[in-house]
């Protein structure tokens, strides 16, 4: 349950900023919700609609939409969504050069109100907007996560017990690396109740279901045409958001700054990490095959270039 003085600041009233609010509300993570957007009314509008649900919710606390970031002062956690969406036809690095001017504003805003706020990044391309947001706010390397292993995760596992015909929730898995087509979907370590699905499924039907991973995100932007997905990525940063608030230390797959581990230094990629009132509180490291080794490889290459276009 939330602390009575919590407050989780999120940037962008967009699909995705309107869908972590409402799982905030819905969940009740924290004694403050503030709703920020650069455009008047729409906030506002929406945090009024929100505050409303509390009587079936049980939300105890309060939701404001606003347009100035004084509201946010001395915010817990901030979730960064604003940004432009992915349209059919268009990569994550598309977005990169527009979306890195939005957050660098964004991340100036929030280092002025709450300089020992935890930032989880969900705007896109996540690799590079997490270290644009590292860059620009000065920020210890565990107060800057981006949110993506924890979406492909979800996918993942959808994707798993569908094909096996099992609760969702029973099946354990983990994708590592870049949020984009490089992931590394990890069959080896994915198990249902325990038992490894490896044993369960065959390679082509694991095949298939790692390179639906790797695209998950273009299906849901193909079906929408005017959009990209919002529910469930939503959903994901509140999960984080609820771990460091709550300090519940629990391990998710997010991008965090590396400094060796995996044998990687200098770029934000998807491993596992246990997240706690500080932010990052370590990442769980462990060996892996060539195999993996190689594929993770391919997505610092991949992140190099994101970082490398930020100009930062």
């Known amino acids: 349950m939330s602390s009575d003085s919590s407050k989780l600041t999120i940037v962008g009233s967009g699909a ?15 004694q403050e919700i503030i709703l920020v957007d650069v455009v008047e009314g729409i906030p506002q509008g929406k945090a009024v609609d929100m505050s409303q649900s509390a009587p079936l919710c049980g939300f105890n606390g309060k939701v404001l939409g606003t347009c100035d970031y004084a ?8 979730i960064i969504t604003a940004g432009l969406a992915r349209k059919p036809g268009m ?14 504003q964004v991340t100036e805003n929030i280092v002025a109100q709450s300089p020992n706020a935890v930032i989880v990044v969900v705007t896109n391309p996540i690799d590079a907007m997490v270290y644009t947001v590292f860059k620009v706010s000065g920020f210890p390397k565990n107060q800057v996560v981006g949110m993506a292993g924890v979406l492909d995760s979800a996918r993942y596992r959808t994707f798993l017990a569908q094909a096996l015909g099992v609760a969702p929730k029973d099946v354990t898995a983990l994708v ?5 087509d490089n992931m590394l979907p990890l069959t080896r370590l994915a198990s249902v109740a ?7 499924l065959s390679r082509q ?20 045409k005017t959009g990209s997905a919002f529910t469930t990525p939503g959903l994901c940063a509140i999960e984080m958001a609820q771990s460091v608030l709550w300090d519940e230390k629990r391990v998710l797959p997010c991008a965090a700054y590396l400094e060796g581990e995996f044998g990687i230094s200098g770029v934000f990629l998807g491993v596992p990490v246990v997240l706690g009132r500080s932010g990052v509180e370590r990442i769980v490291e462990f060996r892996l095959t060539e195999e993996e080794r190689s594929a993770l490889d391919d997505s610092v290459e991949a992140v190099k270039r994101q970082v490398a276009a930020t100009g930062l």
Do not use: F
Not at 16 to 30: D, E, L, P, Q
Not at 71 to 78: E, F, H, I, L, P
Not at 93 to 103: C, F, G, P, Y
């Open 16 to 30: 995705v900023g309107t869908s972590a609010a409402h799982w905030a509300v819905a969940r009740n993570v924290a």
């Open 71 to 78: 509201d946010t002062m001395n915010s817990d956690v901030v």
């Open 91 to 104: 990569s994550r690095e598309d977005l990169l050069l527009k979306n890195v001017q939005i957050v660098k």
């Open 176 to 180: 590592m690396g870049i949020h984009g």
């Open 194 to 200: 325990g038992v490894p699905v490896e044993e369960l």
């Open 205 to 224: 039907e694991l095949e298939k279901i790692v390179k639906r991973t790797q695209t998950g995100g273009g299906e849901i932007v193909q079906h929408l």
